[in-house]
């Protein structure tokens, strides 16, 4: 009975014990030795995508005894977004030289049409050309106009130039729009009310006062004279809103989510000077900064633009 134990001998059941032991001791490598391997492939998973968001990532040539399938297949990923990377910044540079020789080429042209047209304007004509004077002088300046702000916005949407947002006063943007437009609004007779302000928001002092100059010119436009034309801001928990008013003809419904497409002109755009292009900048400014445009209006009751900027920076 001494030396069985269920029918195995003290030998067999030592070699048993011994079996076992060496079992375990198997097992217990092969998990260290995956463990390993898996926090070095998560390293090196790691590695690759910080690599990646550096830019500085290039695809090695990896064989399935050194990387697991996932690294190699994350690696083909990711140089292919590299390779994507690159061909945008190219891109980008290309389109920022294509802007530049625009701006370059046109600019002399058009200020000599310009300028000869107002020495023409000084020398004696016959009454007949007076009229085609002053229309090639007031295609010229539209030209000017339209190449200017087409500029500005290839600038914007291709990332070319951003703006670039601080905390500040309103108050200041608002007394250079009046001063710039107050001579235009009386010129046509209508009336600009700019109300002074103490909110604060964050923005781009330059590019926000080319985007509700664009709002404030508009309205300027659209409205007959003996009309008014407001600028006022409000602040709210997360934004400040800076509304344009007008007494002009109104926009209908179905084409408002169309106005702010380049070069779309609404029904009663026929009457009025311009070239479509200023409220999709206006729009494009304001959505680089964190902010957003809304349209409130009604045929014949005029309309309202509200420029939303945020109180805070974007991340």
């Not at 190219?90 to 000869?116: C, F, M, V, W």
Request: net charge neutral.
């Amino acid at each position: 009975m001494n030396d069985w134990f269920f029918g195995i001998t003290p030998g067999q059941l030592a070699l048993l014990l011994g079996l076992g032991a060496l079992v375990v001791t198997a097992a217990g490598v092969g998990v260290a030795v995956y463990g390993w391997y898996t926090r070095r492939t998560m390293r090196r998973l790691e590695q690759m995508l910080e690599q990646t968001i550096a830019g500085s990532f290039e695809q090695g040539d990896y064989s399935e005894a050194r990387l697991s399938r996932l690294e190699e297949k994350l690696s083909r990923f990711l140089h292919s977004s590299q390779l994507s990377r690159r061909a945008i910044e190219e891109d980008r540079g290309r389109i920022k030289s294509l802007i530049g020789d625009i701006s370059h080429q046109t600019k002399t042209p058009l200020a000599n049409i310009l300028l000869y047209g107002q020495l023409l304007d000084e020398q004696p004509l016959p009454e007949a050309a007076r009229p085609m004077l002053a229309q090639i002088n007031t295609e010229a300046e539209k030209l000017q106009f339209l190449i200017e702000a087409l500029v500005k916005l290839s600038r914007l949407e291709s990332g070319v130039v951003q703006p670039v947002t601080q905390v500040q006063s309103l108050e200041p943007l608002l007394q250079a729009l009046e001063h710039s437009f107050r001579p235009v609004a009386e010129q046509k007779g209508v009336s600009l009310r700019v109300l002074s302000t103490g909110a604060r928001a964050c923005f781009d002092c330059k590019w926000t006062q080319e985007a509700v100059g664009n709002l404030v010119d508009n309205a300027i436009k659209y409205t007959p004279a003996g009309g008014h034309v407001s600028v006022a801001c409000e602040q709210y928990a997360m934004f400040c809103r800076v509304t344009v008013r007008d007494d002009g003809p109104g926009i209908p419904e179905s084409e408002q989510a169309a106005v702010f497409r380049r070069f779309y002109r609404g029904s009663a755009a026929p009457k009025s000077p311009g070239v479509g292009v200023g409220l999709a900048l206006a729009r494009q400014i304001a959505t680089l900064q964190g902010g957003y445009i809304k349209l409130a209006s009604e045929p014949g009751k005029g309309s309202e633009f509200s420029l939303y900027l945020p109180l805070e920076a974007q991340m």
